[in-house]
C-alpha cells in the first residue's frame, strides 16, 4: 500500500481526494458524509457575506460525456456557514477549505476579513464563476490585474489563513492570470472551474434547457483541458495547485498530479459514480501505486516529461 496521505499549505489530508466547492450539500452532516465516504478533505459551497439567492430552477444538465450547471451561486449567508463551520469543528474529521464569493472587491475583502478567524484551513476565493456576469460583470479571474488586485486587498486582512483563488479556463493566457495572483502574494490555486458558459437547446421546444439559458459545463469532457492548465500554472508559478475539472478516476487523478497538482477536486464524478467516489479513487490510485512501484503519491507531481 502506498502512502497516499499529502501535506496542503500546512494542513494534512489523508489522501488527495477534495470535495469540489457547489457540490452537495452545505452542512456540517453533509460535508461529514462525505469525508465517510472517503474524501481527504472538503471544500463548501461558496459562502456569500448576506443571503445570496441563485437563479431559478432548471439549473443543472447531465450527460454522459458532460455536465452543465447554472445554480448562480446561491447561498443563506455568512451567519449560516458559521454555525456549520463551527458544527464541523467539534470533531473535525478532515481539513475544511472554505470558499467564498462576492460581487465586488470590497465584499471578497469583507468576507475574507470574517474568515481569519473562524476554524477552517484554507481560503478559496471564487473569482471565476461563470453564471453571474449579468450580475456583476466578467469575473475578476479572467482579467489579470483584477485577479491580482482582489489577492492583494484579500492577503491584506486574511491573517495567516493560506488563501488560493480558483481560477477559470475562460481565458487565452492561464499562465498570465497565475503569475498575476502570484505577484499579489496568493497561496496557491485551485483549478479549473468550470468552461464556458455552454448553451444546451431542447429542439423540439427551441428553448434552452436551462432556466439561466448558459451555464457553466463540467464532467470527463473538460479534463483534458484542466490537465493542460494544471501544467501551465505549475511551471508558471511553482505553487501548490488543487487539480479539479472532470476528474472520475483513479488514473485521472494521478494523471492530473503527474501535471502538477498537490490535491485533486471532484465534483461532477459525484454525480457519475456516487458518493463513494471518493474512497473508489484513492482505491484506485493505491492499485496504480502498486503496479507502478510508487511508495508515496508525492512522488509523482509535476513529474509529466513535456
Ligand atoms: C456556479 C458557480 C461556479 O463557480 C461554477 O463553476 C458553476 C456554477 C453557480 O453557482 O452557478
Known sequence: MANLSIKYLGAEFKNPTVLASGVTGVTAATWRSVVNSGAGGITTKSIWLNEHKGHK????????????????????????????????????????????????????????EKMKDLPIDILEINISCPNVEGEFGLPFACVAKDARK??????????????????????TDIKEIANACAEGGVDGFCLINTLGPGLYINIETRIPVLANKVGGISGPAIKPLAVKMVHDVYKATKLPIIGTGGITTGRDAIEIMMAGATLVGIGSAVYYRGLDVFRKVANEMNEWCDLNGVKDLSEIIGTVKM
Not at 458532460?66 to 458559521?82: C, I, S
Open 150 to 171: 482582489v489577492v492583494e486587498e484579500v492577503k491584506k486582512v486574511s491573517g495567516k489563513k493560506p488563501v488560493i483563488v480558483k481560477l477559470s479556463p475562460n481565458v
Open 57 to 112: 430552477n432548471p439549473t443543472i444538465i447531465t450527460t454522459e460525456h458532460w455536465m452543465m450547471n447554472a445554480v448562480g451561486l446561491p447561498d443563506a449567508g455568512l451567519e449560516k456557514a458559521q454555525q456549520e463551520i463551527d458544527e464541523y469543528n467539534k470533531t473535525k474529521p478532515a481539513p475544511l477549505i472554505a470558499s467564498v464569493a462576492g460581487g465586488t472587491m470590497d465584499e471578497f475583502v469583507a468576507i475574507a
